[in-house]
Each structure stands twice: as structure tokens, then as C-alpha cells.
């Protein structure tokens, strides 16, 4: 693959990581010129920066303004490569030359088609008082569930081992304990440690389902553990 491929296949994958990470709508050249603003203090040895400055976040924001796409492109990239000689001198060596080479990319990939421009996306809804109160209902079934695990295999290494051995001894045939004790010795701090947490997570459950909102359905059936595309799932 030659290097300009390389670059190209970069900058596809920069903006593609851009737009997950849900930056600010407009011309992605808008944040980072706002950050390197942020960075250059106000003196006059920094005049001429900053007024460098200002005229890649004029490109930026005539990008914003324009309403045809090729033009907004244009004047989007404009401001990434502008950004990106300002930017050794706003950051220095190391980190300057990364940013540099980050905005070039995105503007070599938006020259061949992938807009540098995020659209504005649409604000999620926010959650309802009933999804709130059965969001935490689940959470808190989650861990107490969880709890009740870790105590039941704590009280079976407890007691189990014994039960155990106390069948299959008898006075003709005397057995030695040390399985059962060793045992012990892990169930024990198994069963402390975990039993106190459940304590506290069915207190705060028994609380939590006592202010049921008025008109709220609790579903009482019963948990089903399933396979799902990542492993198994428990609903409940």
C-alpha cells in the first residue's frame, strides 16, 4: 500500500472516530482551533499567533455558515490545514506534529469525499420518571442477585465439605477433616464479605420498590438466562 493510501485510509478512519466521539456540529476544524486558542496566552509576543489563530476559525466558521456543501468543504478544509501549520507552534514538537498531522488527514480524506462537516444531531429524549425508577429497580435486582451468589457459594464451601464428611465416616471408618477445613478456610471470607453487601442491596431494593410510582406495572416473572451476541444475558 503506498503512502498516500496510507493517508488517506488514515484520515477516513479520523473523521470516522471524529463523528463517533460526538464532537460539536459544524467543521471539525472548529474545536481543535477553539483549543489551540485556549493554549496561547494573551501577550504581545502572541499577537501574531493569535491573529493566525483567528483567521483559521474565520475559514472554520464561513464553513459553518455555508450552505452549499461543495463551498463548506472547501472552506472547512481550508481551516484544518491552516490549523495544522499553527499547530507545532501552539503545542510544540511532539504534540504539534501529531495534531498537524491529524488535521491533514481528515482534510486529505474530506477532499476525496468524506465531509469533515458533523451534522447536528438530535438531542435523546430524556428519560421519563417511571424509566428512571425501573432503571434503578434493575440495577439494584443486579447486585443483589450477585450478592446472593457469592453468599450461597460461600455457605455451600461452609458446609457442604461437612455434610460431607460427616456421611461417609462412621466409627468403623474414620475419616480426617483436613479437605473440609481447607475448604472452610475459603467459604468463610466468601460468605462475610458477601453477605453483608446483600444485606445492604436488599435493604436499599425493599426501599427502592416501596415507592413505586403510581401507575407503574411491576413485572413479578421470573428471571431467564439466555445466550445473546456477546455471551449470556440475564433478564429479570
Not at 36 to 65: G, K, M, W
Not at 114 to 136: F, G
Not at 168 to 196: H, K, Q, R, T
Amino acid at each position: 500500500m503506498s503512502f498516500t493510501a496510507l493517508i488517506v485510509v488514515g484520515g477516513a478512519l479520523v473523521v470516522g472516530q471524529t463523528v463517533g466521539l460526538g464532537e460539536p456540529p459544524g467543521c471539525v476544524a472548529t474545536a481543535m482551533i477553539a483549543g489551540a486558542r485556549a493554549n496561547v496566552p494573551v501577550t504581545a509576543d502572541s499577537q501574531q499567533l493569535r491573529a493566525r489563530i483567528d483567521s483559521a476559525s474565520s475559514s472554520a466558521q464561513a464553513a459553518e455558515r455555508a450552505s452549499d456543501r461543495r463551498e463548506r468543504r472547501k472552506r472547512c478544509v481550508d481551516a484544518l490545514l491552516a490549523y495544522a501549520d499553527l499547530a507545532p507552534e501552539v503545542y510544540g514538537r511532539e504534540r504539534g506534529e501529531s495534531e498537524a498531522t491529524r488535521a491533514r488527514q481528515i482534510a486529505v480524506a474530506s477532499s476525496l469525499g468524506v465531509d469533515a462537516y458533523i451534522p447536528p444531531r438530535a438531542p435523546l429524549p430524556a428519560p421519563t420518571p417511571e424509566q428512571q425508577w425501573e432503571r434503578r429497580r434493575r440495577r439494584l435486582v443486579g447486585h443483589t442477585a450477585t450478592s446472593g451468589v457469592f453468599t450461597g457459594i460461600g455457605v455451600a464451601m461452609l458446609t457442604v465439605p461437612w455434610i460431607v464428611l460427616a456421611a461417609s465416616c462412621g466409627p468403623e471408618n474414620l475419616c480426617e477433616g483436613y479437605g473440609a477445613i481447607w475448604l472452610s478456610g475459603f467459604g468463610a471470607p466468601i460468605f462475610v464479605a458477601s453477605a453483608i453487601p446483600l444485606g445492604i442491596w436488599a435493604t436499599r431494593l425493599h426501599r427502592h420498590l416501596r415507592t413505586l410510582p403510581p401507575g407503574l406495572a411491576l413485572s413479578r416473572g421470573r428471571a431467564r438466562l439466555g445466550l445473546s451476541g456477546s455471551g449470556f444475558r440475564l433478564d429479570f
